[in-house]
């Protein structure tokens, strides 16, 4: 009989459709999940608090598959999935189209000075002239990654007319490398951040990359903090060395409220809310889980399988 300790968050979704002949320990508190994974062969103990994700993995010395709803596990002690060959199964995917178009919603909002509009609302105030003027038709964006959902953005901002050039990190036809899109950054109007976090990836973004940017480049970050060297970005958005930025994630988060981002009119923080603005996030992830149990009951691969070597 396959064991699974699952969190009690995701009970109402699974339990109806879990087959009879599992052994299932839900789980609600932190003490509870340490319990629950002693001898689990399958966890999934998504929390909030990823140091208790972190605690719960390390107690589960039995355990041969673990999935999770998060895409980004890079908080996971990669050595001991690599050392005791834990299958990882992640959430790549599940909230792709939500935060593809979360970036064009961005994109739109920083282009037609949409903030501005809304506050003048919020004044009573008819404004005469648009606060901005910004087409995304005829721009040009750089994508950087294209997993699950750079390969959704792509198309959505060619249906504005947009110009996407892509870097993604195995290359390939039509594709920019990782060694050449730093000496092109120049040529775009948007930089548009959807990779991994991963050593090669920490603060890809500097402030040599920053000031490669056109004056009135725009960028935009939903992947992680750590991606953009912050007090570069800070600096370049305070100097108006860029057109301004898009941030669903910081670092840290939540970002304090006397942090200096808040400050900027430039910056645009959505507060890491793009992966949430949808009500099919746990109904996917729980269909996913159910018919990965399935396929790993019957000897066949799951997916999407994260890789703790990669880091993705």
Avoid: C
């Amino acid at each position: 009989m396959t064991t699974l300790a699952i969190s009690g968050l995701i009970r109402p979704l699974l339990e109806p459709q879990l087959p009879d002949d599992v052994d299932v320990r839900w789980f609600t508190t932190h003490e509870e999940a340490l319990e629950a994974v002693k001898g689990a062969e399958v966890g999934w103990f998504d929390s909030n608090n990823k140091d208790d994700m972190v605690k719960s993995l390390m107690a589960a010395t039995d355990l041969k598959w673990l999935n999770s709803i998060y895409a980004g596990l890079d908080f996971l002690p990669m050595d001991v999935l690599i050392d005791r060959g834990i299958t990882v199964t992640n959430g790549a995917g599940i909230n792709a189209i939500t935060i593809a178009e979360y970036v064009v919603m961005g994109m739109l909002n920083i282009a037609k000075g949409y903030r501005d509009v809304v506050r003048a609302q919020d004044r009573r105030e008819w404004l005469l002239d648009s606060p901005g003027k910004r087409e995304l038709a005829g721009s040009k964006a750089l994508l950087l990654g294209y997993g699950a959902i750079g390969k959704l953005i792509k198309p959505r901002l060619e249906a504005f007319e947009m110009d996407v050039s892509v870097v993604r990190r195995s290359g390939g036809e039509g594709v920019l490398s990782p060694d050449e899109w730093r000496r092109k950054l120049g040529e775009f109007d948007w930089v548009i951040l959807a990779v991994p976090a991963t050593p090669e990836t920490d603060r890809m973004i500097g402030a040599d990359e920053l000031a490669a940017m056109k004056s009135d480049a725009v960028i935009v970050n939903i992947a992680r903090g750590a991606v953009i060297d912050q007090s570069a970005l800070e600096t370049a958005l305070r100097e108006k060395a860029i057109g301004g930025a898009f941030l669903d994630v910081t670092t840290p988060e939540p970002l304090p409220a006397d942090h200096p981002l808040w400050t900027l009119d430039n910056a645009h923080i959505s507060m890491h809310l793009s992966g949430r603005a949808q009500d099919q996030m746990f109904i996917r992830s729980a269909n996913r889980f159910l018919e990965n149990l399935e396929k790993y009951r019957n000897g066949k691969p799951v997916g999407p399988v994260f890789d703790p070597v990669k880091g993705y």
